[in-house]
C-alpha cells in the first residue's frame, strides 16, 4: 500500500490572499479539509485553515501568501499521508483494492479488479477476467472487502 495517497487538485485559487481551491478526490471535500498536512510534489505544506465552499476545499496553506504563490500551484495534485487518514472500522481506500481479486459469493473468481471509475451516483468497479463486469459500488453488489487478503466479494446478477 502506498504511503501517499492522491486526495486531489489545487484547480484555482480563491481570493486575493492566497487561498487555493482545491478539487477532492477522496469520499466528500469535508474529509479532506480535516488534514493537518498536505503534500504537493513530495513536499510537506501545512494546512493553515480549510474549509468546503460549493463543493471543493478552499485552503490557505503555509508559503502561499498572495494571489501569485497560489497560481503557481494551479493543477498541482495533492496528496495525504495515509497515517493521518482516521478511517472508520472497516474503512478503505479504494486504491487499496486495485488489482484485487474479484470472487462472487459462492468464491468462484471473476477476475481481477482493473480499475474503479467515479460515477455521479456510485463508483463503478471494472473487474476483467474471462469477461468484463461492470459493477456498481454499492452494498447490493460488493458484500465484502479483504484489503489484507486482496479479495473483494460481490453478488453478480445476470447481465452484469
Known amino acids: 500500500?502506498?504511503?501517499?495517497?492522491?486526495?486531489?487538485?489545487?484547480?484555482n485559487t480563491h481570493g486575493t490572499h492566497g487561498e487555493v481551491k482545491i478539487e477532492s478526490?477522496?469520499?466528500?471535500?469535508?474529509?479532506?479539509?480535516?488534514?493537518?498536512?498536505?503534500?504537493?510534489?513530495?513536499k510537506e505544506v501545512k494546512v493553515l485553515s480549510a474549509r468546503v465552499h460549493k463543493g471543493f476545499v478552499v485552503a490557505h496553506l503555509e508559503g502561499v501568501d498572495d494571489m501569485n504563490a497560489a497560481m503557481a500551484l494551479k493543477e498541482t495534485v495533492v496528496s495525504i499521508d495515509r497515517n493521518d487518514a482516521h478511517l472508520p472500522k472497516g474503512g478503505y481506500f479504494l486504491c487499496d483494492i486495485i488489482g484485487a481479486e474479484v470472487r462472487d459469493e459462492t468464491g468462484n473468481?471473476?477476475?481481477?479488479?482493473?480499475e474503479i471509475e467515479e460515477t455521479p451516483s456510485a463508483p463503478l468497479y471494472i473487474v476483467r477476467g474471462s469477461e468484463e463486469h461492470l459493477i456498481p459500488g454499492v452494498p447490493e453488489f460488493i458484500r465484502a472487502v479483504d484489503v489484507e487478503k486482496g479479495i473483494v466479494t460481490v453478488h453478480l446478477i445476470e447481465g452484469m
Open 1 to 11: 500500500m502506498k504511503q501517499y495517497i492522491e486526495a486531489g487538485r489545487i484547480i
Open 25 to 42: 478526490w477522496l469520499d466528500s471535500p469535508s474529509f479532506l479539509k480535516s488534514f493537518p498536512r498536505l503534500f504537493l510534489q513530495g
Open 109 to 114: 473468481v471473476i477476475g481481477t479488479l482493473e
